[in-house]
């Protein structure tokens, strides 16, 4: 994302203002001293790059969904440093900012982020993507556990080379 001016402030703040300015992800990089950085538009439409079986016992467990309201956000409000802000909201669907007991929605879940954006017409993108992003309708699995003893040995190599966000999916579950 094009940013606005930056403060004087550690390189640290100024990368991960960066980082929440672009909503991408920043990691240790896993192949030499230093981080690494994947872009926002680097997660959308991953291939994947690893498929596990659940009924060949390639997942260890626990292996359980978690059913919480952690990462839902349906009512959004960006507001640019120094600039204008945008307000977007899931109208329809189960995770509607309406009241459940009307029998769709899931109540407001609002979020107000500050982002250090160029321009004021960033922000309806912005917030619009946080939105989409807080009311995927999945379960959430904070972690999955592979077997590795179940995986043929150059199936085991390929999982130890998975990086944080990359696509996993999953077959044959209960």
């Not at 390639?58 to 960006?78: C, S």
Request: aromatic share 6%; glycine share 6%; with cysteine.
């Amino acid at each position: 994302a094009l940013m606005g001016v930056q403060a004087r402030a550690t390189m640290m703040e100024l990368v991960n203002e960066a980082v929440v300015a672009d909503m991408g992800s920043l990691t240790e990089s896993r192949n030499s001293l230093g981080l690494a950085y994947r872009l926002r538009s680097g997660h959308y439409n991953q291939a994947v790059v690893q498929t596990l079986d659940y009924s060949a016992g390639h997942l260890a467990p626990p292996f359980r969904p978690v059913e919480d309201d952690q990462a839902i956000r349906n009512d959004v409000t960006v507001t640019r440093k120094g600039g204008s802000s945008f307000q977007a909201q899931q109208l329809t669907g189960p995770l509607a900012v309406t009241e459940p007991s009307s029998g769709v929605g899931a109540g407001r879940y609002n979020t107000e982020v500050t982002l250090n954006l160029a321009y004021d017409s960033q922000a309806p993108d912005a917030a619009s993507w946080l939105v989409h992003m807080g009311t995927v309708d999945e379960a959430r699995y904070p972690s999955i556990r592979v077997n590795v003893a179940k995986l043929a040995p150059t199936l085991a190599l390929d999982v130890l080379a998975v990086n944080c966000d990359d696509r996993i999916v999953i077959e044959n579950q209960k």
